[in-house]
């Protein structure tokens, strides 16, 4: 028989808005939502004080990514769990394809690490590397085995990453015939290349140099020309932790004109700016695209507020502080990422809901709803209605802690957010009507998560 549980007295919010709402779970789905407390349960939750939130959605994180001479230290087990502690019940990872081998390996792989090790649910984003005619004709196989957004890099060419212009097309036009989606990390090849060799000739190789070196210029050209590959082809395309102002300015126009583009930025780009690079450990933050100034910062927050820009994800890429120490003394030699899975439910709440710039609804919006429709995981994920899968985190909106190592529960050996002030905190975790964390404690069995087969839908795109 299924238990049914009843949350009571909490302020429900979704992207529509907010009301004073019971949710009714039955097994792993929501029942029903509204007034409710006649209801007879087999465990009744007091949400008094509490927002009642859909579980985040995480579509950009980086487990088990062999990058720069290392290996990211979140796999499925940790990576996941620290996801659980960030109430984030959904994530879509990337899996690289091998250069000469199918693509069909890349999801048949990370299968092989999550099953049994997962604690949420997960997906997965074929990464093209070797776009030949053989690996765009698995497309459509891909597609329907629930993989439909695949992604490319415009740069990274000493790693074996890059895709040329010209791939780029043939690829997205595939996608389109497809039913697929592009996702692009645009930063152009040359620009990348001929800066860092620039400053690391000259002597400049200290972290902020890693900034310096990739201007947002960079960003902005190869943002325009994925656009332009875009309009041309009439495929779906969505740029990844666009962390520019004129990049906003390029998809709004774009989409204006009818182009189908969407954009993210993450947490970290909205937190800091290039300035904490500037500090002895400032490896620590050394990240691509790179953190920016404080006015791309301001840029960011208001194109999250009127929405041209469509989500924000973590981008978690966690390395060993001792492979951060590569770059100690070249910024080109660091691994590049900040971990953040945890943080960004956190973060969006205390610096963006608690501090003006977010209202309830956007913040849910930006952190469930976008991602879940976007990427094909609506009405299933990203919602609090009858028939969803009881995703749902309790989050008391009065409570101030202090973020960092001790606080946290992700694999890396630092923290970039260390001693961060922060206002809200999540008090309860449900997954598919399974409580995962309570008041701190894991209580997920390890291997529950289960694989989310994806479909995109024409009303997802523009």
Request: charged content about 25%; some cysteine.
């Amino acid at each position: 028989m299924e238990k049914i549980t009843l949350i009571r007295d909490g302020t429900v919010v979704t992207a529509a808005g907010t009301a004073a709402h019971d949710v009714l779970v039955r097994g792993e789905r929501i029942a029903a939502v509204g007034k409710l407390g006649h209801i007879p349960a087999d465990e009744t939750i007091d949400a008094s004080g509490l927002l009642v939130l859909p579980g985040a959605v995480d579509t950009h994180v980086h487990f088990n990514d062999v990058f720069m001479n290392t290996v990211s230290v979140h796999d499925y087990e940790s990576g996941t769990r620290a996801a659980a502690f960030g109430g984030v019940t959904s994530i879509v990872d990337f899996s690289n394809q091998a250069q000469g081998r199918r693509l069909i390996e890349t999801l048949d792989t990370k299968i092989a690490e999550a099953e049994g090790r997962a604690f949420v649910d997960w997906g997965i984003h074929p990464v093209i590397t070797d776009p030949t005619p053989e690996t765009l004709d698995e497309i459509p196989l891909l597609v329907g085995r629930g993989a439909p957004t695949f992604k490319i890099y415009m740069t990274y060419r000493g790693e074996g990453l890059m895709v040329g212009e010209e791939d780029m097309r043939r690829i997205l036009s595939r996608l389109r015939t497809s039913k697929g989606m592009l996702l692009v990390h645009a930063e152009d090849n040359t620009l990348v290349e001929d800066g860092a060799e620039l400053f690391c000739l000259s002597g400049r190789t200290e972290a902020i140099c890693h900034a310096h070196s990739r201007p947002p210029e960079t960003e902005n050209v190869a943002i325009r020309r994925a656009i332009e590959a875009a309009h041309q082809t009439g495929g779906r395309l969505f740029i990844v932790h666009m962390a520019t102002a004129q990049g906003l300015d390029a998809v709004a126009a774009a989409r204006a004109h009818g182009v189908d583009v969407q954009a993210e930025t993450c947490t970290h780009y909205l937190i800091f700016t290039e300035e904490i690079l500037k500090r002895e450990d400032g490896i620590k933050w050394i990240c691509s695209p790179p953190l920016r100034d404080a006015a791309i910062q301001a840029a960011l927050w208001r194109g999250l507020a009127d929405s041209h820009i469509a989500m924000v994800s973590s981008d978690d890429a966690a390395y060993s502080w001792e492979a951060k120490l590569l770059g100690k003394d070249r910024f080109d030699l660091c691994p590049n990422g900040i971990p953040g899975i945890e943080v960004r439910l956190n973060l969006l709440y205390s610096e963006g809901v608690a501090k003006g710039r977010l209202t309830l609804p956007r913040f849910v919006e930006l952190i469930a709803t976008a991602p879940a429709r976007i990427f094909g995981l609506a009405p299933r994920k990203g919602v609090l209605q009858a028939g969803s899968d009881a995703d749902i985190v309790l989050f008391d909106p009065a409570a101030r802690w202090t973020m960092g190592l001790e606080t946290l529960h992700m694999a890396a050996d630092w923290s970039a957010y260390e001693g961060i002030e922060i206002t809200g905190r999540i008090v309860r975790v449900l997954a598919r009507g399974e409580t995962i964390v309570s008041d701190g404690r894991f209580q997920a069995e390890k291997g529950r998560g289960r694989f989310l087969h994806r479909s995109l839908s024409d009303e997802d795109s523009f």
